[in-house]
């Protein structure tokens, strides 16, 4: 999956979408990035992209109804992923924390 197509998945939620960096005063946001890529070769040709993405679903909210739709939508493409959440116990604010590794393949290579 292109992240192009990462962040039309991740706008389905309904909720505001920053690439790199983004705060809202209020209500959730998710800001996500990529970090890493890796290239599977065979014959000097490259036959599949893994991209490592990082995803910060920030809300204020306990049990955030827009967390889960999150993880419903990314699950229902077949997009695993592990979470870590923490606390900021200054301004209140809960951080979901989802790795995820996006898959591009190529077919007959590039």
């Given at each position: 999956?292109?992240?192009?197509?990462?962040?039309?998945?991740?706008?389905?939620?309904?909720?505001?979408?920053?690439?790199?960096?983004?705060?809202?005063?209020?209500?959730?946001?998710?800001?996500?990035?990529?970090?890493?890529?890796?290239?599977?070769?065979?014959?000097?040709?490259?036959?599949?992209?893994?991209?490592?993405?990082?995803?910060?679903?920030?809300?204020?909210?306990?049990?955030?109804?827009?967390?889960?739709?999150?993880?419903?939508?990314?699950?229902?493409?077949?997009?695993?992923?592990?979470?870590?959440?923490?606390?900021d116990k200054i301004d209140k604010t809960i951080q979901n924390?989802?790795?995820?590794?996006?898959?591009?393949?190529?077919?007959?290579?590039?």
């Amino acid at each position: 999956m292109t992240l192009s197509n990462f962040r039309k998945l991740l706008l389905e939620t309904g909720i505001p979408v920053f690439h790199y960096e983004g705060e809202l005063e209020s209500g959730p946001y998710i800001v996500y990035q990529e970090y890493a890529t890796t290239y599977v070769f065979a014959s000097n040709k490259a036959y599949t992209e893994k991209t490592s993405v990082s995803v910060n679903h920030y809300t204020k909210i306990e049990f955030d109804q827009s967390f889960d739709l999150l993880k419903k939508i990314l699950l229902n493409r077949g997009i695993f992923f592990s979470i870590v959440t923490t606390y900021d116990k200054i301004d209140k604010t809960i951080q979901n924390q989802l790795e995820v590794i996006l898959i591009e393949e190529y077919g007959g290579g590039v």
